[in-house]
């Protein structure tokens, strides 16, 4: 059979098969291969952190990556973020009638292969199948669980004015390269996606220095929302220099001709750090150091307590960065 | 550095800044300068530009974005149509936040498949190529920059047979509404940045009557720092010496005589009429038409608008007729940044980003408060 069927999802010989020939066989484990209605994890030390992600990219592959790529790096890097070391992933799948059995198994393979990266097990899953029309080809949701050591306290540490910003490369490249693949556009570039394991990179980052007051990754609402966020929660006035932004001039085009700005639009694979000022030459070198941190650049800083993030032009000019108001598009991650 | 780079260049605009702000104190009194393009709004507010020329100056905004300009009654239309059984409605996605008197086609769109979303009318076109027993009606909203691929697509439906593709009209005209600001009492226009999007299409001659007619100073500008810093600088100098010219300080796209086959296809398919502007009210030959011979896609024609129209109040508190005007700032707006923010948009001017209170929240933090209708 070369397409998904209804009779995949209804729980009888056809799904077994489908279990076993494409997720046991690219992402089997000991704990997934428990085989139970629930699987048992050996104890671990430390705090557990867990989070939840669901992902409807469209399109399902695109330049840089996939939806499967897409759904390991987003939740592996939300537990990354947190300091946390991550251990599994669960693996929930809906499938659309009619989505070809070799693109799934494309898409699996991906998650397998991400996950391995990562160091974390695939150690639940689920599969359920959609009526044609009413699902985008794949939907996947990925729970982590990570455990973070006694030395990281990221919450209760305090920014101050005159801390770092920094970002681990080019701002926006992950939105601009799925809007540029995007079939409506009819636009061709060379944009790929920056989706990648942020976790070697903060752990990398968290044992440079002591000095890291927050991580984050700006995913959908991009480095604009990603930093009101850090401004409102944190209760500080964060400022940017325009003139030091990493923007790809592609990225920047792109923006141009579809009237996006890419202070908005999504990465999937960059760390937003702020850290204290003495610390941020350390820090910086420490992620230049690893491949996915070649881009590493002090955006700006903190300036003050007024909860907003400014930015200031090229031409001295400033500019409020309000969060993410009105819909770019849907289904970027 | 490739070309469009050049205008963006730091160093360069700085010098140009420096030039226009010692220009600026030469002149006495306040200087008024109007722009009419909701891109040169959004442009100036993103650069921070009103903030760094000297208290005597003031850049007013005016009825440049075609959201902002649209009346209420079409946007009850647009939603009574949205309604409908077998009709699809096709818009621009700015136009899905505006507030019509109960609803929005974002409201409409979330409640059922009828609001589509397009990113050009030759899309709107396909839908209806597809859906042969929906009628699609495309929002024909915007100024000389959209109208001309808006004609393409009746020429299209036209050359496709298709009976169930039909316009909205809306569809608005630059000059004479620049004329109608001019009259107005109560501004005292110094000179005008003129649209260069505008004017990529019309080219340079429609804009002339603002020199020989009214003595104003006016400079077709681009979009890139280098060419509002550019454009202003050149409208000072002409303030200064006391001359009035039309100048094209766009010629990297605007031609003198426009764009002859874009102002063909528009001249073929539509024709100038009176058009209602929000905020300034009917103003002649500042609206386009479908010709006689295009009137079968008219969605005038097709549906009964009588019961949606006329029975609609705007929204208590709010300024934007006279903000589109430039009598009044987004900052002088009672509701500005607390009823009415870009996710809970009151009035016009706050839903498309090239609207001017939208643009003006670059400039301006304001504490958001949740909009609740009690």
Not at chain 1, 163 to 185: N, Q, T, Y
Not at chain 1, 278 to 303: C, F, L, Q, R
Not at chain 2, 199 to 227: R, T
Request: aromatic share 6%; with cysteine.
């Amino acid at each position: 059979m070369k397409t998904i069927t209804l009779a995949h999802g209804n729980g009888g010989e056809l799904m077994q098969e489908l279990i076993k020939d494409i997720i046991y066989y690219y992402c089997g484990n000991d704990i997934l291969l428990q085989q139970d209605d629930a699987a048992y994890l050996p104890e671990v030390e430390g705090e557990l952190v867990t989070t939840t992600d669901s992902f409807v990219v469209d399109p399902i592959f695109f330049p840089g990556g996939d939806i499967g790529k897409l759904a390991v790096c987003g939740t592996v890097n939300d537990l990354a973020v947190n300091g946390a070391h991550p251990l599994y992933l669960t693996l929930g799948l809906i499938l659309e009638e009619g989505l070809e059995i070799d693109k799934l198994k494309r898409i699996i393979k991906s998650v397998a292969e991400t996950a391995r990266k990562a160091g974390v097990k695939i150690a639940a899953g689920d599969t359920k199948v959609v009526p044609q029309g009413k699902g985008g080809g794949i939907y996947i949701n990925t729970t982590g669980l990570g455990v973070v050591g006694p030395d990281i306290n990221l919450q209760d540490a305090k920014i101050e004015t005159g801390d770092k910003i920094i970002i681990s490369g080019s701002i926006g490249d992950h939105g601009a390269a799925i809007l540029a693949s995007r079939e409506e556009f009819e636009v061709s570039s060379a944009l790929t996606s920056d989706c990648a394991l942020l976790n070697n990179l903060t752990a990398q980052i968290l044992s440079s220095s002591g000095g890291i007051k927050f991580l984050t990754d700006p995913t959908r609402g991009g480095l604009a929302t990603a930093l009101h966020e850090i401004a409102q929660q944190k209760q500080v006035t964060i400022n940017l220099e325009e003139e030091i932004l990493p923007i790809k001039k592609e990225v920047q085009g792109l923006g141009g001709i579809l009237g996006i700005d890419p202070l908005y639009l999504a990465s999937e694979g960059r760390v937003l750090c702020v850290a204290a000022a003495e610390e941020a030459e350390a820090v910086v070198n420490a992620m230049k150091d690893s491949p996915i941190g070649t881009g590493t650049a002090v955006i700006g800083e903190v300036t003050g307590d007024k909860s907003r993030v400014c930015l200031t032009t090229n031409l001295g000019g400033t500019r409020i960065l309000r969060p993410l108001q009105k819909q770019l598009l849907p289904r970027l991650c | 550095m490739n070309y469009l780079e050049q205008f963006r260049a730091a160093k360069i605009n700085s010098k140009l800044l420096e030039k226009l702000q010692q220009e600026f104190t030469v002149v006495k009194g306040k200087i008024k300068i109007m722009e009419v393009c909701g891109t040169h709004t959004q442009a100036i507010s993103k650069i921070g530009l009103r903030e760094l020329l000297p208290s005597n100056v003031e850049l007013l905004t005016g009825p440049g974005c075609p959201i902002c300009v649209t009346p209420f009654s079409y946007i009850d239309t647009a939603i009574s149509l949205a309604q409908q059984e077998g009709v699809m409605v096709a818009t621009f996605a700015d136009f899905l936040k505006v507030p019509g008197s109960n609803s929005t086609l974002e409201l409409e769109q979330a409640q059922g498949p009828n609001v589509k979303t397009v990113y050009s009318p030759l899309d709107a076109v396909k839908i209806a190529e597809n859906n042969p027993e929906q009628e699609v009606v495309f929002l024909a909203v915007g100024f000389e920059t959209t109208a001309p691929v808006i004609a393409l697509s009746i020429l299209d439906a036209q050359k496709k047979n298709l009976t169930n593709y039909s316009l909205l009209q809306a569809l608005k005209t630059m000059p004479p509404v620049m004329e109608e600001l001019v009259l107005n009492q109560y501004l005292d226009i110094d000179g005008f940045l003129c649209p260069g999007h505008v004017a990529s299409i019309i080219g340079v001659e429609p804009f002339q009557f603002l020199a020989k007619e009214y003595d104003l100073p006016a400079v077709v500008a681009g979009f890139e720092v280098g060419d509002i810093l550019f454009a202003l600088e050149q409208i000072m100098e002409m303030i200064v010496r006391q001359e009035a010219k039309v100048v094209n300080a766009y010629p990297r796209v605007v031609e003198q005589k426009g764009n002859p086959k874009a102002l063909k296809i528009m001249e073929q398919v539509f024709t100038s009429t009176v058009s209602r502007w929000r905020g300034l009210g009917k103003i002649t030959n500042s609206g386009l038409e479908l010709r006689p011979e295009y009137q079968e896609f008219a969605a005038e024609n097709k549906f009964d608008f009588a019961s949606a129209t006329g029975k609609v109040a705007k929204q208590s508190g709010c300024s934007c007729g006279e903000v589109l005007m430039g009598i009044k700032k987004p900052t002088d707006c009672e509701l500005f940044g607390t009823k009415c923010t870009p996710s809970h948009p009151l009035g016009p001017c706050m839903v498309s980003q090239e609207g001017s209170c939208a643009a003006y929240l670059y400039k301006v933090s304001v504490k958001m408060k949740l909009y609740s209708k009690e």
